[in-house]
Structure formats: structure tokens, C-alpha cells
């Protein structure tokens, strides 16, 4: 069976020699050698000044919201992963949803303004399939009305935008490092900080919010250990390698689909994406269904990414129109892309398609 991912393992050996380190020193978590190790070369890789390797991406999401002191409405997409309404749910904020753009399907900076009140605290925004939302608007609006601006960036790992890392925009950064993105650490995430101060308040909130015997403020665990650094190092080395792999087969999904029947995102120019996923939206929801039902007697399973629009999320109390991305949720499909994936499944993958459009 083809997935909509597979997770890249690296050698074997080399994640076991790690082990072997691991069971030398007896230090399995809390900011153990290899934790800091990972944190460097990813500071390094990605040019960054400040990086908080931590467990998970939603714990990452929500660090963020509690250390930018937002308890009141915070604007964001409905075009996203559920953990991205979730993290400010979970911390008892109020999700605004502002509808996207039909381009590249982010945050639609024409109309966050409309949806400011004097409740605003902060824009929670997704760089959605690793094209940047637009930055520049955003902060300006930002500064405008004296808003924080987080961004969800579990997606955009590696990508560039105007010649600078995408994850060095906005007050906050969070990343997931979850199996299925293109970089991991099995399970992991990141919290990236604009100003030195934050980033200090969100290092002691990931560890319970002390350091040895002295106590700061009420944080919560979001450390991560010895043995998720030491996969995050051996995938971090083959890098270049997965970028190729996955490039090889971008090329192959753009030069034999029928392009002028699928819609697929167009990022803003400046933007060298990382070409972690392929989303293909088709003319209307029932050649969807169908090329879904042909992948799946073929043992192919792409995904409904994102479906439905997080705006109608059946535990939400407010109503929000959001008519872009509800349109686009009911007609996009992720095709399968990993490393693994060879020509003749793609063939099969690519003529499937063809023959519903
Ligand atoms: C994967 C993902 C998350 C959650 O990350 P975890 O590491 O799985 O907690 C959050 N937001 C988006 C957009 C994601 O794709």
C-alpha cells in the first residue's frame, strides 16, 4: 500500500552508534548533550538565533500563545491542521477565523482587519504546505493594532523566503517535527523566538518553568530526549539527500499531470519552497471522491489535507464564513510524496488521475 507519506529512516547503524552514546553517558532527557547538539546544527542549518527543540508541535503552539500573555481572541485560519484551532482552544482563547486566498491558500491578509476588536491580542497564522504567508502585510497590521503575530510553521521547515529562513518571521515560530513532516525527530517540534526576552520566558516554560532550585513562573513539560535528538541528527545529515528524492518526484507529478485541469498553489514570488507536499485541487468535489475511490483499488491512499475547514470544527461555538477555504477543503488531495516513492507507482499514481479529470 502507498501512504500519503512515508517516514525517511536513516541508517540504521548510525542511529544505533548514537545509542550506544546514549548508553555510555546514562543521560537520557532533560537538555542531555545530544538536545543541545541538535538545537546547534539546527540553529546553524536554519539560521537562526534562538531555538527551543521541544516535544511536540501543539505543545510548541501553545507554549507560544501562554508566553506572548494571549488570553482573549486570536485571528487565524481555517485552512490548516486541527492542532493549530485546538492549541489556542486548549488555551482558552477565542479563534477568529479569517477566510484564505485562493493562490496559495493562507491567510487572506485583506480581511484580518475587519475581524480586529478590542479583543484582538494576536494573528495565529499557517505558512500552509510551506508557502509563506505574506509577512510583510501581516506585520504591518501587526504593528497597526498592537497585535502579536505567531506563525505555524510545521510545514515550512527549510523554506526561504525573501533570501531569510520563513521560520525567523514573526514574534513566535513554531515547528513540528512529527514523523510525517520532512524533517524529524519521531515525534518533536521547535519554538522559535524573535526577542531574547521571550525566548528565555519560553526555555523555562518548556522545563517546568525553573531551573534547579530556583522557581520563575508555571510552565509545563515540554522537553525532549537523548533518543529523538539523535534521530533529528541522523536525518538532519541527509538532508540534501530527502530534498532530491522528493524534488525528483515534484518533477515527475508536474510534467505528467494534467495541470490544466488540477489547480495547484502558487506561492509568493521570493519563496523557495521545500517541496514537502503535493496538493492538487480538482474542478469539484465529486471528481475528488472518484480519483480517491480508483488510488484506493490501486492500494493508494492520498490524503484529505486539509478537510474539513477548521471554521467548521463541530466543537465550536461561533459561526464564521469562510467560503474560500470550504471550497478549496472539499476539492484538495495530498498525492503521496516521500522519499520511497518510485517511477512506476508514480505512473500508476499520475494515470489514475488523468483518467478522472
Ligand atoms: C503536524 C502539524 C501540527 C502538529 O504538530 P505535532 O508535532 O504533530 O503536534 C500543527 N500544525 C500543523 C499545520 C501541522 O501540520
Redesign the pocket.
Known sequence: MIQVTQTYLPDQEKYINYLNEIWKSGWITNNGPLVLRLEDELKDYLSLKNFNFC???????QIALKALNITKEVITTPF?????TN?IIWENCKPVFVDINDNDFNIDTKLIESHITENTEAILA???FGNPCDVQKIEAIATKHNLKVIY????AFGVKYLDKSLLSYGDIT?????A??IFHTV???AIICKSDAVNEKVYLMRQFGHIGDQYFIAGINGKSSEMHAAMGLCVLEDMDKIFKLRKHVIKYYNDHLNLSKLKIPFPLPGTINNDAYYPVVFENEEILLQVMASLKENDIVPRRY?YPSLNNLPFLNEHFDCPVSESISKRILCLPLSTYLKNDELEIIINVTNQNL
Do not use: R
Open positions: 516535544n511536540n508541535g501543539t505543545i510548541a503552539l490548516s491542521y486541527v492542532a493549530t492549541a499557517t505558512h500552509v505555524d510553521a510545521a510545514h513554531t515547528c513540528s517535527f512529527h510525517t513532516k515525534e518533536g517540534g486539509f
